[in-house]
């Protein structure tokens, strides 16, 4: 493929201590592991489809108990354009995974637009997907339900990764971007399954606290990062977006060198089956099947799915509404790996060359219930 701009990983940044070495849970992977993550990396930039996604996103469920004011579900609840709201049944959730057993599926992470411990499954889903051989199971949580039961109950079903998202180290910020969430009690949580992961010996998994950055964020980084270094292996960070539908073509210029590496490298499944290409389709206008009535093979095959990266190859990915509208041609973001001294700095940069749009208070779009969260924290 003769594409300039591929970023196999461009939807966030990381922060570590040390960039010069392996960290623990690096050094604990298996080389089948490895192949995978150079499968992640190469695939996109050469074209390759592989025979089976490198990675099923499978939306356990799309309920969460937050009104988080950059989160496109909120905004899409607030509008009422949001989709049924459910919890997968573990026979699809088996289907699922069954078939990947078969391809030797090497990833799966357990959410998309909801909160992984909000479906009472979770360590069930996390077990089942360990011993038909998956290599990395993981998922985000905002924590808030991570309980000390659940986070044994968590580790012993063999979670290989988990991601906390945070957002702030100012308890009165962090409360009015995390609508219906507490700052000391999910300190608390979260603190406490780090306890718990190294009292009992689970090196191998890999943490992460997360923020997706709005302009006071920027600010807030560099005490995001000292603070959580010193207790997570990396932190992360994305930078606020408007929902997809909201985009404006003329506001995401044709860039002729751009290819996603989304197609190749992954799909989403919702809670209740249907099949979409890519983290930005929030509200599933895209959809390439629904796993219910078909297999994952025929959904990652199928027309649908084949003119989405034909569209990457060719250079006509601008001829498909999502992709004409997503900001994704123009991030600075490849989960590069920043100074740990200059972060701020960086982040500046970065949002600026993208020309990130700040939220502010005049831009949210709430729910009643998200309204009375944050008149209730204002």
Not at 161 to 170: G, H, P, V
């Amino acid at each position: 493929m003769n594409k300039d701009d591929v970023k196999p990983n461009g939807t966030y940044g990381e922060i570590r201590k040390n960039t010069d070495k392996l960290m623990k849970w690096e050094e604990l992977r298996s080389p089948e592991y490895w192949e995978y993550r150079k499968n992640w990396e190469e695939y996109p930039k050469k074209g390759i489809t592989p025979e089976f996604p490198l990675c099923i996103n499978i939306e356990t469920t799309n309920v969460c108990n937050l009104d988080c004011i950059m989160c496109p579900r909120t905004v899409l609840i607030a509008r009422g354009t949001f989709a049924d709201v459910g919890l997968m049944e573990f026979d699809l959730y088996k289907k699922i995974i069954d078939e990947g057993e078969k391809y030797n599926l090497p990833s799966v992470k357990l959410q998309y637009l909801g909160e992984p411990l909000a479906h009472p499954d979770l360590g069930k889903q996390i077990k089942y997907a360990k011993d038909a051989g998956v290599l990395d199971v993981m998922f985000n949580t905002n924590a808030t339900l991570l309980t000390e039961e659940k986070s044994h109950e968590i580790l012993e079903s063999g979670i290989d990764a988990i991601f906390f998202s945070f957002d702030s180290m100012d308890p009165d910020t962090y409360n009015k971007i995390r609508l219906g969430a507490n700052y000391d009690e999910v300190m608390e949580n979260i603190l406490r399954f780090l306890d718990i992961k190294k009292k009992y010996g689970y090196e191998h998994v890999h943490t992460r606290a997360s923020m997706t950055i709005i302009e006071h964020d920027v600010d807030d980084l560099k005490k995001f990062k000292d603070f959580w270094l010193e207790h997570v292996d990396a932190c992360g960070f994305g930078i606020y977006h408007d929902v997809n539908e909201d985009g404006k073509e003329e506001d995401m210029p044709y860039n002729e060198d751009f290819a996603c590496a989304q197609p190749f490298q992954r799909l989403f499944i919702m809670w209740d089956g249907v099949s979409t290409p890519c983290c930005i389709d929030e509200n599933r206008y895209y959809k390439m099947g629904n796993v219910k009535h078909q297999s994952v093979y025929d959904v990652w095959h199928g027309p649908e799915a084949t003119h989405m990266r034909q569209s990457q190859l060719d250079g006509t990915y601008n001829k498909i509404d999502i992709c004409a509208k997503c900001y994704m041609p123009h991030t600075e973001l490849d989960g590069q790996v920043l100074d740990f001294d200059d972060v701020k700095e960086q982040v500046k940069e970065i949002a600026e060359n993208q020309r990130t749009r700040w939220v502010n208070d005049e831009d949210l779009e709430l729910s009643k219930k998200g309204l009375a969260r944050k008149n209730k924290v204002s």
